[in-house]
């Protein structure tokens, strides 16, 4: 079985978990925070994720060991006739994008499932996924360097801010009673941030090959989902504030 095979064996199973998983994404969004239905459909979004992260870490791993053979209709394309630059693409930033993926659906999941025992958050697993994510940041960045794509090196950033802002609550011996929720939407909301980047940037590259780059498939997932991040996180603060109030005003009598 030639590398391009297993490749393809990959995509089947990075589509048959990845599409459904784009779709479960919006149920626990738009659902009763705390529901059933808000629960299952997070939980099955989040194996879903893990499953199409890691097929998808096999189809980085595969191109960065064999570019153009993977990718055999690029060659048609003079922009990416360059296994260089494939394998910096294709390999490298994709390869980012899954340990990304796979970071922040294990880390959103396990902050609501420990919400009760923080301790638990710090066990191994979370502890070797900022590792790698850092990792993985840093030579995405340096292969945008190397290669004078810029868009690589902007999309490392936000792997460095997930490392950092993971790591503030990970080490944090007592957080607040509602800073798990945040870090929940944060990462849950980013894992779906990392798969639609990924669906229309690299999915691109199978119907339109010269749209793979174009900083428009990369910006619009990132901005609606910081958009989503912002507005969830600012009603969990708002109602976190008004049933404190609640609870100190027969105090103050």
Known sequence: MSAHDIFVVFIVLHIITGAPGLIAFWVPVAARKGGRLHRLSGRFFAIAMLITALAATSMSSLTLWQPMETHPHLAEHAEFSDPALVRGIFGWMMLYLSILTINLAWYGWRAAVNKHDHARNRDWVNGVLQLA???????????????????????????????????????RRSPGPVEWLLEHIKAIVGTGISVYTAFFAFGAVRLVPELALAPVLWAVPLLIGLGLILYYRRQVSRRFRAGHASRLAPHAH
């Not at 994510?133 to 960045?141: E, G, I, N």
């Not at 945008?144 to 997930?162: D, E, N, Y």
């Open 133 to 171: 994510l850092l990792v993985a940041s840093v030579q995405c960045a340096l292969q945008g360097f190397g290669l004078g794509q810029p868009m690589m090196i902007g999309m490392s950033l936000v792997g460095f801010a997930t490392v950092g802002t993971n790591l503030w609550f990970l080490l």
